[in-house]
């Protein structure tokens, strides 16, 4: 048996063009810097624009009257029921107690003996003019 052995240099052939070509740096047209400092841009104007928007209904909710109102001290056994019926015999004590609640900044109809609860005075000034 014989063997055959190639010795064949190892050495990649480049192409002259490939040995000049340099990395080049990548650059910015004058197209490409406006649609950089658009998109920078474009989250502010729209936090502004909301801001905008959104601004105008919390200042004309802001002017709202005071609301007048009498003090009534919770003694034993009352209710917000029974207190509703007191201050105002001839409205209805559900909405007479849905503003007690909001008045009060009540989340539930739970009171305590010897809390002082804000009436308001439309209701009493409609018993006393009966």
Known sequence: MSTISI???L?????A???RSVPTRLRLTARGRRLLATLAAAPVIAGIGV??????????SGES???AFETVTVLPGDTLWSIAAEAAPA????DVIDDIKRLNNLTSGMIQVGTSIAIPTAYSEAAHSE
Not at 91 to 94: I, L, N, Y
């Open 65 to 67: 009257d005071p609301v």
């Open 7 to 9: 010795q064949t240099p």
């Open 51 to 60: 801001s905008v928007l959104a601004g105008g209904s919390a200042l004309a």
């Open 91 to 94: 409205a209805d004590p559900r």
């Open 17 to 19: 063009a490939a040995r």
């Open 11 to 15: 050495t990649a052939s480049v192409s």
